[in-house]
């Protein structure tokens, strides 16, 4: 008897993309949200298809494929995420929206700063750290740390979690994030890269 393999995330996706190739015709639009791995194939569609771009465009693998695949319609997030791929075929920006329920008001700082995200090293949360304490103001971190940013958490980012005035949260749920950003005086986003 044979043992089961898992599949990488990329495997997934693959098999997802060969279902939606076979059921197009089922569908009045499809609407890709998997960077650019549809791309060779939408010529292939019975129906009409469209690519949000979630992330970073500014490697030129990015660009190069852009260019490749200039028939193929894109939204993007953000006018600015545009920037490194004019040529692109834009055919809106679609801004990502919150429910209006999300993050209520709240009149009342609790007297710290925030820093919600992810700890890694394009979110810069050393600085945030270095800017609260410069300030004299206490931070709180609420982030998750990804596997690949373990390393950079534990060589980086927990020696400085020691000394006063920082408290490291963790990840927390979006239900969470309302009172935590409510809370705060203000967010500290101290990001070293071009955030779409």
Known sequence: ?????????????????????RASGEFDVIHF?????????????ATPSVTTLHGRLDGTETVRIL????????????????APAPEANWVATIYHGL??????????????LAFLGRISPEKLPDRAIAIARRAGVPLRIAAKVDRVDTAYF???IRPLLAGPGVEFVGEISDG??????GGALGVLFPIDWPEP
Do not use: C
């Open 1 to 21: 008897a044979g043992k089961a393999v898992e599949l990488k995330p990329g495997g997934y996706h693959v098999m997802l993309l060969d279902e939606v190739l």
């Open 33 to 45: 949200h998997l960077d650019y791995l549809q791309f060779p194939s939408v010529h292939k569609l």
């Open 67 to 82: 260019r490749r695949f200039s028939h193929v319609p894109v939204v993007s997030i953000s006018h600015a995420q545009r």
């Open 99 to 112: 429910p209006t329920n999300l993050l209520p008001f709240r009149p009342r700082s609790e007297g710290y």
């Open 154 to 156: 534990e060589e980086r």
């Open 176 to 181: 969470e994030k309302g009172a935590f950003l």
